[in-house]
Structure formats: structure tokens, C-alpha cells
Nanobody
Framework: VQLQASGGGLVQPGGSLRLSCAAS????????MGWYRQAPGKQRELVAI???????NYANSVAGRFTISALNANNMVWLQMSSLRPEDTAVYYC???????????????WGQGTQVTVSS
């Protein structure tokens, strides 16, 4: 199973970016997909997650500015980020909890990370 994230980059304060993540491999079903981020010198933190049923959860710091969405059929998740602030600068990691084909155990997977830099 692999998670491939893309869409990071450099953006000015107040700007927007859209992150994408695709899960591939021997996947039976995905229960949760989402995004975490880690800024230099800080711990990795939740940004937003979405369940297979469409329930979402956002960090307080991004609620109202970021929107998470997913397409279950294609095992993809997106994070639309608007009104970006310098404090949003971090490496953003795609995350998924899923069942591999033939397994009854749920497993967690991480993508490779994509850099988001908000600076003028």
C-alpha cells in the first residue's frame, strides 16, 4: 500500500493551495483518510480527517479555512487550503487507516509528505 501526496508549494499569505493524495495497492477498504502536518521543531499534528461515511474533523486552527474531501471509489483525498497564514507552513502528510485485501486488521499508512510554505 502506498500513499502518494502532491500539491504543495510556496504561496503568499492569504493565498490558496490544494493538496491531493492517492492510495494505491492491495486495498480492501479505507475507513479514514486525512492530513497531518509537522512544522520545524514541532510535533506532528492533525489537520483534517474524513471517514468513509463522510464525517470530517478539523483542527481548530484550520477550521473554516481548510476543506477536506474524498472520493472513496478512487481512494483519493484532497485538502483545499484557503486564507493561508505563515503559521500553516509545514510538511503535510497524507494519512489513511484501511484494511488490506485479505486482512482483518486495520492498518495505518503515511505518505511521503509535501512541503507547504506560506511566505511573502
Amino acid at each position: 500500500v502506498q500513499l502518494q501526496a502532491s500539491g504543495g508549494g510556496l504561496v503568499q499569505p492569504g493565498g490558496s493551495l490544494r493538496l491531493s493524495c492517492a492510495a494505491s495497492g492491495s486495498i480492501a477498504s479505507i475507513n479514514v483518510m486525512g492530513w497531518y502536518r509537522q512544522a520545524p521543531g514541532k510535533q506532528r499534528e492533525l489537520v483534517a480527517i474524513i471517514t468513509s461515511g463522510g464525517i470530517t474533523n478539523y483542527a481548530n486552527s484550520v477550521a473554516g479555512r481548510f476543506t477536506i474531501s474524498a472520493l472513496n471509489a478512487n481512494n483519493m483525498v484532497w485538502l483545499q487550503m484557503s486564507s493561508l497564514r505563515p503559521e500553516d507552513t509545514a510538511v503535510y502528510y497524507c494519512y489513511a487507516r484501511l484494511f488490506r485485501a485479505g486482512s482483518s486488521d486495520e492498518s495505518a499508512y503515511w505518505g511521503q509528505g509535501t512541503q507547504v510554505t506560506v511566505s511573502s
